[in-house]
């Protein structure tokens, strides 16, 4: 089991930078993946980032390459999603996600969700 809790979103005026944590507990391995994803009203989850503990693996959603950066702690207990030059599109509930597996842009490849955590972006 992996337990995971997210934190860090909030409101931000489009421009502007926010960074989310996203702690993990449990039976992690170098080859899981972390990944975050969000959820606007009315819209399916979609895929942002996602990395492997070990970093060998990275990839990101068009829509926020160049903008926002995946990172995760040397202890393999914290995954970040730093987030610059923020849109009002950017605006919904942020999730980490993690799998014993490798990375993957669907959301139904992850086993382990957190509670999310609400980013608004005003313009």
């Known amino acids: 089991q992996v337990q995971l809790v997210e934190s860090g979103g909030g409101l931000v005026q489009a421009g502007g930078s926010l960074r989310l944590s996203c702690a993990a507990s449990?039976?992690?391995?170098?080859?899981?993946?972390m990944g975050w994803f969000r959820q606007a009203p009315g819209k399916e989850r979609e895929f942002v980032a996602a990395?492997?503990?070990?970093?060998?693996?990275?990839d990101y959603a068009d829509s926020v390459k160049g903008r926002f950066t995946i990172l995760r702690n040397n202890a393999k207990t914290t995954v970040f999603l730093q987030m610059n030059s923020l849109r009002p599109e950017d605006t919904a509930v942020y999730y980490c996600?993690?799998?014993?597996?490798?990375?993957?842009?669907?959301?139904?490849?992850?086993?382990?969700w957190g509670q999310g955590t609400q980013v608004t972006v005003s313009s």
């Open positions: 990395v492997t503990w070990s970093g060998a693996r990275l």
């Open positions: 996600a993690s799998d014993h597996g490798p990375t993957s842009r669907l959301a139904r490849k992850y086993d382990y």
């Open positions: 449990g039976r992690t391995f170098s080859s899981d993946a």
